[in-house]
């Protein structure tokens, strides 16, 4: 089993930045793709990012590209989202989950995915 543990969320201002943590524990050899997914409410959990960790391959949404930028800390077994010129349309849960098939570039499908953090809540007012 694999547990994900997600942190660095909060309140902050249009135009403001954020930097999420996603921490993975237990197998984790057993993982490759690591991902961030969002749900606002009244709407789909959707693909925000993604990430490989044996050769760093990212993938975004179109909403966040050239804003977000995904990476990973392989040492630490910890993936992370840094989020800039954040906008009221970005308020969600932010979700953290990971794959355990070996891709050579992460899946933007959220069936894709095997473990699933608690998430955390990104408020970004107007």
């Known amino acids: 089993q694999v547990q994900l543990e997600e942190s660095g969320g909060g309140l902050v201002q249009a135009g403001g930045s954020l930097r999420l943590s996603c921490a993975a524990s237990?197998?984790?050899?057993?993982?490759?793709?690591m991902g961030w997914f969002r749900q606002a409410p009244g709407k789909e959990r959707e693909f925000v990012a993604g990430?490989?960790?044996?050769?760093?391959?990212?993938a975004y949404s179109d909403s966040v590209q050239g804003r977000f930028t995904i990476s990973r800390e392989n040492a630490k077994n910890t993936v992370y989202l840094q989020m800039n010129s954040l906008k009221p349309e970005d308020t969600a849960v932010y979700y953290c989950?990971?794959?355990?098939?070996?891709?050579?570039?992460?899946?933007?499908?959220?069936?894709?995915?095997?473990?699933w953090g608690q998430g955390t809540q990104v408020t970004v007012s107007s």
């Open positions: 989950a990971a794959d355990r098939t070996y891709t050579s570039s992460p899946a933007q499908r959220e069936s894709a995915y095997d473990y």
């Open positions: 990430i490989t960790w044996s050769n760093g391959r990212t």
């Open positions: 237990g197998r984790t050899f057993t993982i490759n793709p």
